[in-house]
Structures are given as structure tokens and as C-alpha cells.
């Protein structure tokens, strides 16, 4: 799958408490986990990155190449950018700051063009082509399934799946009822209890690598700490 038929969404608009920075901008081995993710899906053109607030990431991919497409429309206050090899990419900020991974998710797939949807956190230096391409290829495969999520690390990873555009529309409206009511935001488990889900285990996947290692996000210093030592081939 390729073109407008599949979108990137990189979910990366959380405060980063833990690590203390944007976790998608550190750097492993001189790359930012940004760089090391728009790498390992190269192969989708249709590019959101749904983040807190923008100036920090227009920075990022600046130095990288990537330029403001001015002739590229987005939703309010977005911000569209082309890079040099004329991949399109439209940084999205959170529409109310601080309302989880679910709003980033909702705001991704509403800015998204392609039917099928990778969505990936913005700290997993470590996922690869093979499994983008597994994963929106199951989902493509068979059209009674909302995602395919992987089960890695003890629980499902919805955060490192593949979803159809449309159940973006449910994310918005279940983040406005809680709204509305003054509950806490849903969480990314309760939404993936409403959809159509394969879930896709370790085991089915082992042909494309370590999965462990794939879905692990840069979430603390040791997380960072591991990331180092397994991009320089000592972990």
C-alpha cells in the first residue's frame, strides 16, 4: 500500500514528565526518535504528527531538510511541511492540551488522507518497515476489522498499530462526552474495547524481529539508557 491509501499518524503530545524533554527529539547515536520512525516508514508519503504545540518540531524538522509547504492546507493552527525527497507531513497541535494519547489519535486521523492509518507514539526508536507494512497490510486484508494491534510487553500496544480512518470520528466523540461530563479522558485500552480489533501476538510476528524491542517507547532514563546501548549493538 502506498499514496493516499495509507497515512502515518506519529502521536507525540505528551509533557514527557518522566524523561524530562520531548521525547521524540532526543537523540540516539545522533539521530532524534522523529528521524529514526519517519525513516522506518519512508514507505508512506501522507505524513501527521499530532503534537502539544508545533515551534519545537518545525525546529526539528528544519534541520532535517523538511520546509513549509505553504500551498498545503491543514486543520487550524496546523502547520504543513515537505521534505526534500517531497514526502508531505502536517504537524497538528493538540485542539485542548493534556487530554492523553486518545486526542492526539482523534486529531491525527481526522487530518489523515489514506483509509488505513499507522499509528505510532513519537518515542519508538525502534520499529521497523516490515512491521508497518504487517500490520496496515492485515488490516487492508480484511475489511470486518476497525485495527490490528500487536500484543508485545504483556499487553496489547495501541500505540504501534494500524486503524481505519473513520473510528477517528468515535475517538472525537467519546473524548467530547467525557468532556462534557467532566470524566477523565478515555483511555487508549477502553477505546480499542469498541472496535473491531485483531490482536497480533510475539510469536505470529517473530519473522520481523524483536517486537519487544519494536514497541518499546523512550518513556525514562532508563529507557534511554537501553535505547543507547542497543543502537550501538551492545544491548
Do not use: H
Not at 8 to 25: E, H, M, N, Q, T
Not at 56 to 72: H, N, T
Not at 81 to 99: I, M
Not at 181 to 195: N, T, V
Request: net charge positive.
Amino acid at each position: 500500500m502506498s499514496g493516499p491509501d495509507r497515512s502515518l499518524v506519529i502521536v507525540a503530545g505528551g509533557r514527557s514528565r518522566r524523561l524530562g524533554r520531548d521525547k521524540p527529539l532526543v537523540e540516539i547515536d545522533g539521530r532524534t526518535v522523529l528521524s529514526r520512525i519517519l525513516e522506518a516508514t519512508e514507505q508512506i508519503s501522507d505524513v501527521v504528527l499530532a503534537v502539544r504545540e508545533v515551534p519545537p518540531f518545525r525546529r526539528a524538522l528544519a534541520a532535517e531538510g523538511w520546509e513549509s509547504d505553504s500551498d498545503s492546507a491543514g486543520p487550524p493552527g496546523s502547520v504543513a511541511f515537505r521534505s526534500p525527497q517531497g514526502r508531505a507531513l502536517v504537524a497538528v497541535p493538540d485542539p485542548v492540551p493534556d487530554l492523553g494519547p486518545l486526542a492526539g489519535v482523534a486529531s491525527g486521523l481526522d487530518a489523515a488522507r489514506g483509509a488505513i492509518c499507522v499509528v505510532l507514539a513519537g518515542d519508538l526508536p525502534f520499529v521497523t518497515p516490515d512491521l508497518v507494512d504487517r500490520l496496515s497490510g492485515e488490516l487492508a486484508n480484511d475489511p470486518e476489522l476497525d485495527a490490528v494491534v500487536p500484543r508485545a510487553r504483556g499487553r496489547a500496544q495501541p500505540l504501534c498499530a494500524a486503524y481505519r480512518r473513520g473510528v477517528g470520528r468515535l475517538a472525537a466523540r467519546l473524548l467530547a462526552r467525557s468532556a462534557a461530563s467532566g470524566a477523565p479522558s478515555p483511555s487508549m485500552m477502553s477505546f480499542l474495547d469498541r472496535l473491531r480489533v485483531r490482536t497480533v501476538s510475539p510469536e505470529q510476528l517473530k519473522r520481523l524481529g524483536d517486537l519487544e524491542a519494536m514497541v518499546r517507547g523512550v518513556d525514562s532514563r532508563a529507557d534511554l539508557a537501553w535505547a543507547v546501548r542497543r543502537a550501538a549493538g551492545s544491548d
